[in-house]
């Protein structure tokens, strides 16, 4: 239960923050979560983050696998339903730009690779990591997706019989 207590304490923690502004440039936003995120899996280098393949199966596992992190998945699907209002917008959409978002945050300083401004600025626009609980959910669920490709990069192949 450590990841909801981490969840709910960034949130408050995010809440009172007055330094990030809801007229922060996309990159200053993205730049402060990736650095939360790879300073709590400090064995992870940002400049060689796992493919986006991996990432991306590792998304949908760590949204849909414990329940701890399922209620954090939960509560960002009730925090976006709020702000955008009742238009309609499934689970499975909202999965897939909380996916977008971790993905992106993961490969920011990739090697050889920069996201430009107007990509960043496209998915504050479809989802904002400016809002505390936003932010909280994604940088505690991304922190575990490392995680677990970590996990998964280190094991080894079971022999065939």
């Not at 239960?1 to 709910?8: P, S």
């Not at 760590?62 to 998945?73: D, E, N, Q, R």
């Not at 909202?94 to 496209?122: A, D, Q």
Request: net charge neutral; hydrophobic share 40%; proline share 3%.
């Amino acid at each position: 239960m450590q990841a909801i207590d981490t969840f709910e304490h960034r949130c408050v923690a995010y809440q009172d923050q007055t330094n990030m502004s809801h007229d922060a440039p996309a990159n200053r936003v993205f730049q402060r979560s990736h650095a939360v995120v790879y300073d709590e899996v400090e064995y992870m280098m940002p400049e060689h983050p796992p493919s986006v393949e991996m990432l991306a199966i590792m998304v949908k596992q760590v949204c849909w696998g414990s329940m701890a992190y399922k209620y954090v998945f939960q509560q960002l699907v009730q925090r976006y339903e709020s702000l955008v209002g009742d238009i309609g917008v499934s689970t499975q959409v909202i999965f897939y730009y909380v996916s977008n978002t971790i993905i992106s945050l993961l490969v920011l300083r990739r090697r050889n690779s920069l996201l430009s401004n107007e990509i960043l600025i496209k998915i504050l626009q479809r989802f904002n990591l400016r809002d505390a609980t936003l932010r909280a959910g994604i940088e505690v669920i991304a922190e575990e997706v490392l995680r677990q490709c970590f996990i998964s990069s280190t094991k080894k192949p079971r022999e065939e019989k």
